[in-house]
């Protein structure tokens, strides 16, 4: 067969193959051109989840009828103004979006210059259907219809109306993320879906596209590395959710998908968060432009960095920093479904109904706390005479204890109101937190047996403990080798108080069977620390001193990460006052 070169219509037809795929990636492209026509506030009005129509009307700079022309021809842009890609600002740059759009569906570009006229032109499926004069206010109205009407191959790979305008919605979230100055507006058949307005702060912005509960649980990122700048949010380990789907990436203010950071967002998140749990995160990278290539692929979502490694090492260390500044914080409302557990006993319930855990006043009773029945202990809650007036809230925010229930939870009376802490857990936290620490500063304190305790064990398990003497010994467990079928312990970690050898070593060599053994036990910190505090001095089921559970709540407000336990479960909560009325109807 004879080569020839293709008729226009039809290279514009196969570049739409790879710029539209679906309505989202066509809406994709229209919002980025209001964006970089300078627009403050941008509207999408979409019927049939975008495949009837899609419409986008900005207030930006509008273009001249000429160039009206143009901008439907291939590879006609105004964005490159000095031929270079490593240097563009603007979001679009390959001059292909609106001649691909128009290739494949009936596009109406209609637009006017500020003191100018308008004009309108129509260009179905690849054929300029005529042009002519339009009244519009300044700015851009772009309208997509019956998209794919005459592909009927691609047509076919379109899902439901719904999925098609999830994805819709899914673009102008990620771009109105990115640009907080602007307003944006997204109406389907009719009905508003979504609308924020211009000039909002970025935490709020985020939150506003994300979780409201958001600007309350997350922190804010602000970090350097070599020339790379991180900035954005974090949501709070215990704000997380149970997929992945609000994490966003953001280089040189353009959304991007990348594995990169479904793997940086986990490794720093990795010892805060049970696996099945995913934080939210919005980040936002920003790179010279020469550290980044933005013309990986036609729709432009992806990109390719010349030091990924520095990247990567800029997204853990930014959001560990953010969150190690966290402190103590956790999310601190008990959630909705939580607090409507909590119910009040009908007015003519008998006083005091069978005898259980109960916490507070009789007649409250709640179902997270276990329910023996049948079963009848001696309440363990010991009542502190309430002398002291709450502290100020700014200097014990956890407050003071003023007793314990079932000898595993604390409860402190704070400025604001009451706190519920989980003892167990946090002092787990504590316990990795501060082998952490000390591990970095180069190993944890050890405290000597008077006594060495010997251990038997299995031979394999002395060979696996005894292959990793040294590393222990940096966590503070002095160890040897005593025949065949024992190790001697000669010190325990100080942070562990009068722990129990023989149970720690015995739970320590179970779990190294289970680690890989080319992970180091840093590798595994929180496991391991979390083996050694249910082996030290606080452990569910402890009577505590008020000294102690007063000493644990000072320990927690200084320590990072103390709000949330190794596996992302909150380690305390607090009922406000204003909770706590409510309960009682007073509100
Ligand atoms: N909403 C708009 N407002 C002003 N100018 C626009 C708008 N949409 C498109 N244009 C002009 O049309 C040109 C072509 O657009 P497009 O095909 O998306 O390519 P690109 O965005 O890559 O330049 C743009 O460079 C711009 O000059
Ligand atoms: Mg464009």
Known sequence: MPIRRLPEQLVNRIAAGEVVERPASALKELVENAIDA??????????????????VIDDGCGMPPEDMTLAVERHATSKLPDDAIENVVTLGFRGEALPSIASVARLTLESRVRGADGWSLVVDNGRKEGEGPAALPPGTRVRVEQLFARVPARRKFLRSERSEFAACVDVVKRLAMARP??????EHDGRRSLSVQPGEDRPSRVAALTDRGLADNSVAIDYERGNARLG???GLPTFSRGVADHQFLFVNGRPVRDRLLIGAVRAAYQDLLARDRHPIVALFVDVPGEEVDVNVHPAKTEVRFRDAANIRGLIVGGLRHALDAAGHRSAQQPSAAALGQWQREPMNAPLYPTPQRSFASAGTQSSVWDRHEGFTPMPAARAEIATAAPPEAQSFPLGV????????????????????VDQHAAHERLVLERMRRAVENGG??????LIPDVVELDEVACDRLEARIGELAEMGLEIERFGPRAILVRAMPALLGAGDPKGLVTDLADELAAFDAALSLKEKLDEVA????CHGSVRAGRILSVAEMNALLREMEVTPHSGQCNHGRPTWIKLGHGDIEKLFGRK
């Not at 003023?402 to 000898?407: E, H, L």
């Not at 979390?530 to 505090?533: I, Q, R």
């Open 38 to 55: 300078g627009a403050t506030r941008i509207v999408v009005a979409l019927s049939g989840g975008g495949i009837e129509r899609i419409e």
């Open 181 to 186: 100055d602007i307003g944006f507006t997204v």
């Open 232 to 234: 954005g949010v974090a």
């Open 401 to 420: 204890a003023r007793g314990q229930v079932a000898a595993t939870y604390i409860v402190a009376e704070a400025e604001d109101g009451l706190v519920i």
């Open 444 to 449: 944890v304190a050890r405290q000597a047996l």
């Open 530 to 533: 979390a083996t050694m505090a």
